[in-house]
Nanobody, 123 residues
Framework: VQLQASGGGLVQAGGSLRLSCAAS????????MAWFRQAPGKEREFVAG????????YYASSVKGRFTISKDTAKNTMYLLMETLKPEDTAIYYC?????????????????WGQGTLVTVSS
C-alpha cells in the first residue's frame, strides 16, 4: 500500500486548507485511515480518523468542530478539511492506514504511512 499526501501550504490564521491522501497498491475494504501531525520538537499526534466501511469519524479534541475528515471510496482518497486554522496547527501532517476497522489514536497501530505534507499557519 502506498499513501500520497498533498495539499499543505502556508495560510493565515483563520484560513482553510484541504489535505488529500491518495491510496494505491491494494484494494481497501475493512480498514481505517487517519491523519496525524507532528510539530517541531513534539511527538506525532492523532488528529482525525475514519472507518473506510461505514464512514464513522473520530477527532482529537483540539480540532473537533474545525476539521472534517472524509473519503471518496471510488478514488481511494481521504481528505482533511481544516478550517479556522490556528498557529498551533502548524505541523507536518501525515496520513496513515491500517487493516482492521478500528480507528486507533496511536502511531504504532498503523501499518502504512504517507510522506507528510507541511502546514504552516501564520499569525
Amino acid at each position: 500500500v502506498q499513501l500520497q499526501a498533498s495539499g499543505g501550504g502556508l495560510v493565515q490564521a483563520g484560513g482553510s486548507l484541504r489535505l488529500s491522501c491518495a491510496a494505491s497498491g491494494r484494494a481497501f475494504g475493512n480498514h481505517a485511515m487517519a491523519w496525524f501531525r507532528q510539530a517541531p520538537g513534539k511527538e506525532r499526534e492523532f488528529v482525525a480518523g475514519i472507518r473506510w466501511s461505514g464512514g464513522n469519524t473520530y477527532y482529537a479534541s483540539s480540532v473537533k468542530g474545525r476539521f472534517t475528515i472524509s473519503k471518496d471510496t471510488a478514488k481511494n482518497t481521504m481528505y482533511l478539511l481544516m478550517e479556522t486554522l490556528k498557529p498551533e496547527d502548524t505541523a507536518i501532517y501525515y496520513c496513515a492506514a491500517r487493516f482492521g476497522s478500528t480507528v486507533w489514536g496511536t502511531v504504532g497501530e498503523y501499518n502504512y504511512w504517507g510522506q507528510g505534507t507541511l502546514v504552516t499557519v501564520s499569525s
